[in-house]
T-cell receptor, first 115, second 121 residues
């Protein structure tokens, strides 16, 4: 069965703190994609990253970084030096059926960054 | 602007009524996906169409139906509405065909619309 678990329902940090959002996935597919999306209070889904199952290199984009570990089926997301604008709900998602199907989303982690 | 257009942005209707949500995919994308985001169920996949044909079904209720037209826009029809149908409905598009012949294309893979917020009163 395909499943994405985001165990952290809500996280609250103070500005400039680093924060890591956890994501654990389950799939029997050998080819799959993992995604992170941001949903700000306005409601739209903002794409952050897509990683395919054959590429375990970590990625850094500005203050954002992602750690993909197939051995533990995890795809964690770290925000360095958090800012108030980072306050949002963050979703981890798994592409079902390899590269062609729909997305399965985790329940999301609500991040609140306080000034 | 993501390139995926969803209308209307907001919809308020009464229980028992029927509504239609519309989605125009990004230019060049043949697949359309519908998702429902509710407080208790989270973001759930409802249904996928590719070039007019249904390709995959998720947790879509029998009261809900969808179709994709020759111009590739899609409509999600929700009937006999209940209070629990109140949710944010997202449409996404991609070049993937759902059967492996065409894979996810650009970096994002999927392009999401801004959603339709449905309130059933």
């Amino acid at each position: 069965a395909q499943k994405v678990t985001q165990a952290q329902t809500e996280i609250s940090v103070v500005e400039k703190e680093d924060v890591t959002l956890d994501c654990v996935y389950e799939t029997r597919d050998t080819t799959y994609y993992l995604f992170w999306y941001k949903q700000p209070p306005s409601g739209e889904l903002v794409f952050l990253i897509r990683r395919n199952s054959f590429d375990e290199q970590n990625e850094i984009s500005g203050r954002y970084s992602w750690n993909f570990q197939k051995s533990t089926s995890s795809f964690n997301f770290t925000i360095t030096a958090s800012q108030v604008v980072d306050s949002a709900v963050y979703f981890c998602a798994l592409n079902y059926g390899g590269s062609q199907g729909n997305l399965i989303f985790g329940k999301g982690t609500k991040l609140s960054v306080k000034p | 602007d993501s390139g995926v257009t969803q209308t209307p942005k907001h919809l308020i209707t009464a229980t028992g009524q029927r509504v239609t949500l519309r989605c125009s995919p990004r230019s060049g994308d043949l697949s359309v996906y519908w998702y429902q985001q509710s407080l208790d169920q989270g973001l759930q996949f409802l249904i996928q169409y590719y070039n007019g044909e249904e390709r995959a079904k998720g947790n879509i209720l029998e009261r809900f139906s969808a179709q994709q037209f020759p111009d590739l826009h899609s409509e999600l029809n929700l009937s006999s509405l209940e209070l629990g149908d109140s949710a944010l409905y997202f449409c996404a598009s991609s070049v993937a065909d759902g059967q492996g012949a065409r894979e996810l294309g650009d970096v994002a893979g999927y392009t999401f619309g801004s959603g339709t917020r449905l309130t059933v009163v």
